[in-house]
């Protein structure tokens, strides 16, 4: 059940009917069993696992928190690492180690037995196994109390609006929002409505419409045949169509919540105007970002042990955080070249920051645009390894990149066609931009520019809906 079908837009309808009718206690228990629903409907037999990790994870977290021995404590948070990641590494990527192992063999001469799983992965599994997972920390750390109450701690782990795609949610801000009674009023709803309305223009307008040209070309490439231009704006195109993917997926999330007075975290912060590595990954997947800081990148030792020892942990998270995105060798090599930036601008700092002159330079105009469009060709060319539907396919279009300057073809119409997709977007940005506000047409008092807004982004959504 997409949110850009007309069977979430009645299942929503349903649902907000019901809602506004029912006390706070019978709120819980008919989201619970909407969520249940929603999940359900991609495949119910996928309604066994969510269920088992909140079963694991209700209980761990009561038996930490009565538990006065620190062993103990331990172990209980283990039980919930080990199970979360157990379901996550049978069901994504058990079949990817399995296969590398027999390539990797067969390779040197051996010939094993081919061994995999025939099994489907269930959508959503990276997000709420990560969610109940930081759960169980959060009641180790002394961060949350346990819920006592399994269905609100069921709700917890299912609310559908950032069930499938985020954001991650932390306890302490989602599960106090459960357990208390919500208000719901005119202003939440409008605010609401306006996140929706802008993440289907993000997902419909903007990505659906990008995904097949993207598609035309990382899917029949051919080395030789597929120009320079092909490869820089197919990229490019790729670069928006994963944001506004993603984005306009947690906007709408964040829409339908608002709704029903809840308040999720943002996701994503304009990450296209980032000035180096680390200002991206502060404003791309926030809520995977600072998982991955909190759960991983800390616990591994984070910067307090020694320039090496930080270089080593930024590399393992973004390691893993690479490998968190998919079952593929594509997306570990992305995750150790967002390693390799971080910590190559993190030395870069190192050495500049010791130098007065440094701290005059980087205030400048000239150097915060050298910035910012390094930052950019550098991500561009992560969504590039990120794309790549193989090894042999990124290095053929690495090589198009930097030797195939100047066979240009007939694609030099790209431009006008990434014009008109892209020129709204553009310019809502840069008004949130440069005023700080992502929300900043709905808070203009200015009541024609709202009423041009909204008409101009259901027109495009129409029109994005009837092209993709």
């Not at 809602?19 to 619970?32: A, T």
């Not at 993917?245 to 990450?271: E, Q, W």
């Not at 809520?287 to 909190?294: K, M, V």
């Not at 980087?362 to 645009?369: A, I, L, N, R």
Request: aromatic share 20%.
């Amino acid at each position: 059940m997409l949110f850009n079908s007309f069977t979430f837009i009645l299942f929503f309808i349903i649902v907000y009917s019901l809602y506004l009718c029912l006390s706070h206690k019978k709120q819980n228990i008919m989201l619970l069993v909407a969520s249940y629903i929603f999940y359900g409907w991609w495949d119910w037999r996928f309604l066994s696992l969510i269920a088992i990790s909140t079963i694991i994870d209700y209980f761990v977290g009561i038996k930490i928190a009565d538990s006065d021995d620190d062993k103990k404590k331990r172990f209980y948070r283990n039980i919930s690492i080990v199970a979360n990641l157990g379901i996550l590494c049978i069901f994504k990527y058990f079949n990817f180690f399995i296969g590398s192992t027999i390539s990797f063999l067969t390779a040197i001469g051996f010939q094993p037995h081919p061994l995999a799983l025939n099994i489907v992965l269930p959508v959503g599994i990276s997000f709420y196994t990560f969610q109940t997972m930081s759960y169980s920390w959060d009641v180790y750390r002394k961060e949350v109390k346990p819920v006592k109450n399994f269905l609100d701690f069921a709700l917890f782990v299912s609310f559908f609006p950032q069930l499938v795609a985020g954001p991650i949610e932390r306890a302490k801000n989602l599960i106090p929002q459960i357990i208390k009674p919500r208000k719901v009023s005119l202003e939440s709803f409008y605010e609401g409505s306006y996140l929706v309305f802008w993440g289907l223009f993000k997902k419909i307008y903007v990505a659906d419409l990008l995904a097949p040209k993207v598609n035309l070309v990382f899917n029949n490439w051919s080395y030789g045949t597929n120009t320079w231009v092909d490869v820089i704006m197919a990229t490019w195109m790729f670069a928006w169509q994963i944001y506004c993917d993603f984005s306009g997926y947690s906007d709408i999330a964040r829409g339908i919540s608002k709704m029903m007075g809840f308040n999720l975290m943002v996701n994503f912060n304009l990450p296209y105007f980032a000035k180096n590595p680390s200002d991206f990954w502060r404003r791309w997947h926030i809520s995977l970002s600072t998982w991955l800081r909190d759960y991983l990148y800390k616990p591994l030792g984070g910067s307090r042990n020694g320039k090496f020892l930080t270089y080593r942990n930024l590399f393992i998270t973004m390691l893993l955080g690479g490998l968190w995105h998919g079952a593929n060798w594509n997306f570990i090599i992305w995750g150790i070249y967002q390693g390799i930036l971080l910590m190559l601008h993190k030395a870069y700092l190192d050495i500049v920051s010791k130098h007065t002159r440094y701290q005059h330079i980087s205030k400048t105009k000239t150097y915060m645009f050298i910035s910012w469009f390094s930052t950019v060709l550098l991500v561009a060319y992560g969504w590039l390894i990120f794309r790549s539907q193989s090894l042999s396919q990124l290095l053929e279009m690495t090589k198009t990149i930097f030797f195939g300057l100047g066979d240009l073809g007939a694609e030099i119409l790209y431009p006008s066609m990434l014009f008109k997709i892209f020129w709204f977007l553009f310019v809502i940005q840069l008004f949130q931009y440069f005023k700080k506000e992502l929300m900043v047409v709905y808070k203009t008092k200015h009541f024609y520019l709202r009423t041009i807004f909204y008409c101009l982004t259901f027109y495009l959504i129409i029109q994005g809906g009837l092209n993709s």
